[in-house]
């Protein structure tokens, strides 16, 4: 079986503070690819990052980094300073090799000034 | 062109009503998408679309009808739906076929009430 897992539902920070969701993956393929995106208030989903299952290399870009370990099963978001624009709902997603995504069921940041 | 547009935004039909939802793209996309997503849950796939040839469907009640009529069409027909079928619905595309590895690009949805 595959599956997501955010087990965060809200988490709420101070503008200027640091924030991690935590997302978690089960799946016996042994490609497989991960996707984190986010959904403003305004409705459309927006794509952030993909890796592959053979990079485990970490990535940043800008205020935004992600922290993929296999031997964890775990693809974390940090979001560094956030702001108050990084209010949204954040959606961690496996694609299986149907290619079919399989959505964790999200995790609302909501960022005060 | 790097977006998806859907049309209406916003659409209130009866349940006797017949209706049709559209997306577009022009990005070359070969793999095109319907979901459907309830306040405060994960989108939920309905359809997929793979080099204009519908390649998946979820065991969507036949009341909802998918159409590709080209590679950067896809319509969406609404026929005697249920108020329990008011959702968003998103269309996304993604660049090659639909088992290919790649992110999918999603539009602003279309917020449907049935009433």
């Known amino acids: 079986a595959q599956k997501v897992t955010q087990a965060q539902t809200e988490i709420s920070v101070v503008e200027k503070e640091d924030v991690t969701l935590d997302c978690v993956y089960e799946t016996r393929d042994t490609t497989y690819y991960l996707f984190w995106y986010k959904q403003p208030p305004s409705g459309e989903l927006v794509f952030l990052i993909r890796?592959?299952?053979?990079?485990?290399q970490n990535e940043i870009s800008g205020r935004y980094s992600w922290n993929f370990q296999k031997s964890t099963s775990s693809f974390n978001f940090t979001i560094t300073a956030s702001q108050v624009v990084d209010s949204a709902v954040y959606f961690c997603?496996?694609?299986?090799?149907?290619?079919?995504?399989?959505f964790g069921q999200g995790t609302e940041l909501s960022v005060k000034p | 062109d790097t977006e998806v547009t859907q049309t209406p935004k916003h659409l209130v039909m009866g349940m006797t009503n017949k209706k049709s939802l559209k997306c577009e793209q022009h990005m070359g996309h070969r793999a095109m998408y319907w979901y459907k997503q309830k306040a405060k849950k994960p989108p939920e796939l309905m359809f997929v679309y793979s080099y204009e040839k519908l390649s998946i469907n979820e065991s969507v009640p036949s009341r909802f009808s998918p159409e590709c009529p080209n590679s950067s069409l896809l319509n969406l027909h609404l026929h005697a739906l249920q108020p329990e079928d008011s959702a968003l619905y998103l269309c996304a595309s993604s660049p090659q076929g639909a088992q290919a590895p790649y992110e999918q690009y999603f539009g602003p949805g279309t917020r449907l009430t049935v009433t």
């Open positions: 997603a496996l694609q299986n090799q149907g290619g079919k995504l399989i």
């Open positions: 890796r592959n299952s053979f990079d485990e």
